[in-house]
């Protein structure tokens, strides 16, 4: 079965939250499950935004904005060619969540939450990855959750993996093909 929104204006569904909450690991599985295209954000980030969080510097909002609209433009191209997809991107704060939604796509948040501590743990087994465990409270301290206006849903990234995903679908009304 197809998914309700395919024949209409390509979804985008950005799975969202704090460095280590599980944001590639269900953003993969989604993909799978849906059979969309999936993009790591963190893949759009210039070298130099990749040195200073490297060097566990907090990026600036102003090394944020070209990262941002970067991935907002892909969401673009890929709807302009009748493509959903599913990417993954912090998205922590509202003003950010709002150049995303710039996209001309249905662009549907899944915003994964659980505690610091779990996250820090995730942080510390999660291997090969520019940012270090050094940078989480800054990013607790960022976060602001989905508000009532936004499109998407806020799941508790705690239980396993396939149980986030089934419940992120259930709650944006999308079901495997
Ligand atoms: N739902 C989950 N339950 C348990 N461990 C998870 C879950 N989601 C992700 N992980 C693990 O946590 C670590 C960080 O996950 P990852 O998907 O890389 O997070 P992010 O992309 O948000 O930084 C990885 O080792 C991953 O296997
Ligand atoms: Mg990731």
Redesign the pocket.
Known sequence: MKARNEQETPVAII?A????????????LLSARLGWPFAEG?SFHSQSNIDRMSRGEPLADRDRIPWLTSIRDWISQQAEAGQSVVV?C?ALKRGYRDILRGARADVRFVQ?TASQDVVGS??T???G?F?PSSLLASQFTALEALQPDEVGVCIA?????D??VTRALAALDLRDP
Do not use: I, N, Y
């Open positions: 799975v939250g704090p460095a280590g909450v599980g944001k590639t690991t269900t953003a993969q963190d993954t912090s994964l995730r942080m087994g999660r291997s990855h940012m990234a705690e239980e396993p993996p149980v986030v």
